[in-house]
């Protein structure tokens, strides 16, 4: 009896766990806000754009909020003439008072 009890939690257990949303199984390609990539600079967003889509042309870049987090969003154009845009998680910067800003160098 005691045994079939620990199995029985254990199943539930597990069970709950593998229906959580677990954000860390997210392919973060910039597709999408939700697959937005963590970036810490604008430098590493234009980086990643001529990464993957080296003939692209920038066609806009636009700073956007989703429940107040800030967002850079790379809009370009493809050789076919499609447009494609890039989402960046910038909360690690954006708003951050910068030690250049403040005359430290």
């Known amino acids: 009896m005691l045994f079939r009890s620990i199995v029985l939690i254990l199943l539930v257990v597990g069970a709950s766990c593998s229906s959580s949303k677990n954000t860390s199984d997210i392919v973060r390609d910039g ?11 604008v430098a590493e967003e234009y980086e990643y754009v001529r990464k993957v889509c080296p ?34 998680d910038i909360s690690k910067f954006y708003g951050k008072r910068s030690l250049f800003r403040g005359g430290v160098f």
């Open 31 to 41: 597709s999408s806000i939700k697959k937005a990539i963590i970036v810490r600079s």
């Open 55 to 88: 003939d692209c042309e920038l066609q806009m870049q636009m700073l956007i909020f989703d429940k107040k987090k800030p967002y850079d969003v790379l809009e370009v154009k493809n050789s076919e003439g499609e447009t494609i845009s890039y989402y960046f």
